[in-house]
């Protein structure tokens, strides 16, 4: 379990939700994949910020996600025309919503990035990465690791 | 007979706790709460009731029935373990004990029991608590019980001031018992005990007119009076969470990928998605039907199937309904109409 | 009380006479001392259930779901009409569907401060002139109604309906403050405490769904926990569970609460709800300058957006 790892021999799991606009040029797409080899980022592309759920992030903490990265689109630039302004404000609200019940501050952020910005991407998600590991491995949310937890959830 | 000086207690449930998983009522901010103790201090007994039944010591919440795991060649199914450390449910009322007795005829049948409840079940020792002050909520004489109702129990505890009376049941119970802590009554400790009896008894209100209700239930299923006597009805699950008999469940299959847990939780027939069907259709689309399938199956149903109304007049509805539903008065306005 | 009382019953009995309404909905004597329930009255000859009295805490709003064409009448306190208008934007039923007795708000009792106070069962209990005169076994006590009203009526800033058809009682002074003090004082604890803190009230949390079923708000035909195939959480006790059950039941009411404080009054384990509705009120004050249910016109944060106040970064950082 994550408990025994520690801090410094541990390399923080991120889920980086991104959205499909901002880096689709094949020398962004070399941007992408460059960011992928950051060991334990996965990069999941949506269509648009807007179109993220607000669970998706909570179900990401649950499963056992470090940090949560989403990237969308910068003023003015949505492809949808509004879904980042949207997306700004749903996101920002669980992020501040759940830092105010005491979530490390920064574990979840909300970015965006200029179409296009060389090395942008990568750039970001090394940010993240490297904030995100000086709180250790999240434990507020993450499901109970059923095959050592308890078999009866509750007290009578 | 037996007794138990109180300033005696502490050490009975110290020795308790050596050999058993103990659970007893608690203080838990300003409510009490059923819950597994570790120390003899946790243990309240001066409550008059719990805002929770302890029927799930019996039947957990959430209770995990069993583990799953896809390897590439198979599935490992994993059960529970075996309980292998004995549970003693200390100071619980005779009203919820009789509500244990109406589950284990649903769940603790001869023939295909259910495992997971028998084994808890089985390997469970009861302490009862008789109640000298009933709350004025209860209505445990209308149902069948009464306060000092010790049917259930292994041992019975009776508070006669600076002691306990000890009535020892079964041999289960006799085996917790031992020379050092618990002496024999005296003839004064079981007359005051009787006096006890007497004046909670005294406290019960009149009982309510609970063995027509079956009767009067049956030529009331068409009835419009259901459509006005709990129409403020939330549909929320709190009068058949916190009751003590009601047993419904939902079984669920949490799925993690290539792992899993199918998990059995309580359910309420009070929820709309209980009886919401594949094709959308409701067959109960208000609280106004919702609240008819709760009476009947309390008054009506259950009577008709095991004899017994499925309700020990514990209050813990009425207290807890965020619209003050009251049974009782339910109860009133459907006899008298 | 009783003129008030009166009037409900006088404007109840004519409106339902007319046949103006199909029902009025108020509240009728409760049978548990210090409470009273709510009724929905269809017959001109019941209007005489209905009271008003410092114990109608619950949010009557709830109760216009699923209207469809009918019209009805609704007593309604500050925070309830404030529930009516924010459902009118949400497009649930349009204004003149509903009927508004508007009686602008005493500030009503918290029975369980109450029940604290006094060291035994509370049998009886009566308002009289800015007392309560409660009765257990053995003994009667005479206690300040002020001393024991409801915390979120304490700092409330709309104790006067916003719109009505009729007024019942004299408009009172608006004396209430925001941040609500709870969320004040939650956000000053450091974020270990504040998570130790949610984690231990939600261990409580029996998933009964009183909270959502009391709140005026909650009208999703089908809530996201009854969401299955695929499931977004367990329906379980699990811990992680519940913590993203009631995240996300007060994250959906981020610029749609009105601060009744139905859900924490409905809750049968006693959890601390109200900082965390309160803390997303808070946060839509800062951040969108919104506060719920004011007027027919303003949207709701999440339905809306400003490109020009996208990234402020005091409000909107998403850092």
């Known amino acids: 379990m994550n408990a025994d790892i520690t801090k410094t021999d541990w390399a923080p799991r991120v889920l980086v939700l991104l959205c499909n606009w901002p880096l689709y040029t094949q020398s962004d797409l070399a941007e992408v994949a460059k960011t992928r080899e950051i060991p334990q980022v996965r990069v999941l592309k949506v269509p648009c910020a807007g179109r993220i759920n607000p669970l998706f992030i909570l179900m990401a903490l649950q499963e056992g996600n470090d940090g949560v990265l989403v990237v969308g689109c910068p003023p003015e630039s949505c492809h949808y025309k509004a879904g980042n302004y949207l997306s700004n404000r749903k996101l920002v609200v669980l992020k501040r919503f759940l830092e105010y019940l005491g979530m490390e501050e920064g574990r979840v952020r909300f970015e965006w990035i200029a179409n296009p910005e060389q090395g942008g991407l990568s750039r970001l998600v090394r940010e993240h990465y490297e904030h995100v590991k000086q709180f250790g491995p999240v434990e507020k949310l993450v499901r109970s690791h059923f095959a050592s937890g308890p078999l009866s959830y509750s007290s009578p | ?337 | 009380m009783d003129k008030l009382t009166q009037k409900i019953r006088q404007e109840a009995a004519r409106l339902l006479a007319d046949h103006q309404v199909d029902r009025v909905i108020g509240f009728q004597e409760g049978t548990l001392p210090l409470r009273s329930a709510p009724v929905i009255v269809h017959d001109p000859a019941d209007v005489d259930k209905l009271v008003w009295n410092s114990f109608c805490g619950n949010n009557l709003a709830r109760y216009l779901r699923g209207l469809g064409g009918r019209r009805v009448a609704i007593v309604a306190k500050g925070c309830d009409v404030r529930s009516i208008i924010a459902l009118i934007v949400e497009k649930q039923f349009s204004r003149d569907q509903v009927v508004i007795i508007g009686v602008p708000c005493q500030r009503m009792i918290d029975w369980r401060k109450v029940a604290k106070a006094v060291n035994g069962e509370i049998l009886r209990a009566e308002e009289r002139d800015g007392e309560l005169l409660v009765e257990s076994k053995g003994f009667k006590r005479s206690l300040q109604r002020d001393d024991f009203i409801h915390s979120l009526c304490a700092a409330c800033t709309h104790r006067n309906p916003i719109v009505y058809d009729i007024l019942v009682g004299e408009p009172v002074e608006e004396a209430g403050q925001t941040p609500f003090p709870e969320s004040a004082a939650f956000e000053e604890r450091s974020p270990a405490e504040r998570w130790a803190f949610y984690k231990d009230e939600m261990s409580r949390c029996i998933r009964c769904y009183g909270c959502r079923e009391a709140c005026p708000m909650c009208y999703c035909e089908e809530c996201f926990v009854d969401h299955s195939q695929p499931s977004w959480i367990a329906k379980s006790v699990e811990p992680s569970a519940v913590q993203i059950w009631q995240i996300v039941r007060a994250y959906h009411q981020a610029g749609r609460c009105v601060s009744c404080g139905a859900c924490e009054r409905a809750c049968p384990m006693n959890i601390k709800l109200l900082y965390l509705t309160e803390g997303l009120n808070d946060l839509a004050r800062e951040m969108f300058d919104f506060e719920t249910g004011l007027n027919t016109e303003s949207l709701p944060p999440f339905a809306t957006f400003d490109p020009d106040a996208m990234r402020d970064t005091a409000k909107q950082d998403g850092r």
Not at chain 2, 101 to 114: H, K, R
């Open chain 2, 1 to 337: 007979m037996k007794k138990i000086a109180k300033a005696d207690m502490g050490r009975f449930i110290a020795r308790l706790l050596e050999q058993y998983m103990v659970y007893a009522p608690v203080q838990v901010d300003d409510a009490i709460q059923f819950q597994e103790i570790t120390t003899p201090s946790e243990a309240y007994l001066d409550y008059q009731n719990s805002t929770k039944s302890p029927k799930g010591v019996f039947l957990p919440q959430s209770e995990v029935l069993f583990r799953y795991n896809k390897g590439p060649k198979q599935v490992t199914v994993t059960p529970p373990e075996e309980i292998k450390k004995e549970r003693v449910l200390l100071g619980v009322r005779g009203c919820d004990v009789r509500a244990t007795l109406l589950l284990d005829a649903i769940f603790n049948t001869p023939v295909n029991p259910d495992v997971y409840y028998e084994e808890k079940r089985g390997k469970t020792i009861i302490i009862g608590l008789a109640c000298s002050e009933p709350p004025s909520l209860c209505f445990c004489t209308s149902v069948g019980g009464t306060p000092f109702d010790r049917k259930g129990s292994d041992l019975f505890l009776i508070d006669i001031s600076d002691a306990y009376l000890v009535d020892v049941l079964t041999d289960k119970g006799e085996k917790l018992l031992d020379d050092t802590l618990f002496r024999d009554a005296t003839a004064a400790d079981l007359e005051l005990a009787r006096k006890r009896e007497a004046e909670a008894l005294e406290q019960m209100p009149p009982p309510l007119e609970v063995k027509q209700l079956k009767d009067k239930l049956d030529g009331m299923v068409e009835s419009p009076l259901w459509g006005t006597l709990a129409e403020r009805c939330l549909r929320c699950g709190i009068c058949a969470y916190l009751c003590p008999s009601c047993y419904c469940f939902d079984i669920v299959d949490e799925d993690y990928g290539s792992s899993g847990e199918r998990v059995r939780n309580w359910d309420a027939c009070m929820f709309s998605l209980y009886s919401l069907e594949t094709s959308g259709h409701n067959p109960r689309p208000t609280g106004s039907e919702r609240w008819r399938q709760r009476l009947m199956h309390k008054f009506n149903y259950a009577i008709g199937q095991c004899g017994d109304a499925l309700c020990v007049g514990c209050g813990r509805c009425v207290q807890g309904c965020p619209v003050n539903i009251d049974i009782r008065k339910i109860v009133t306005d459907v006899m008298a109409s």
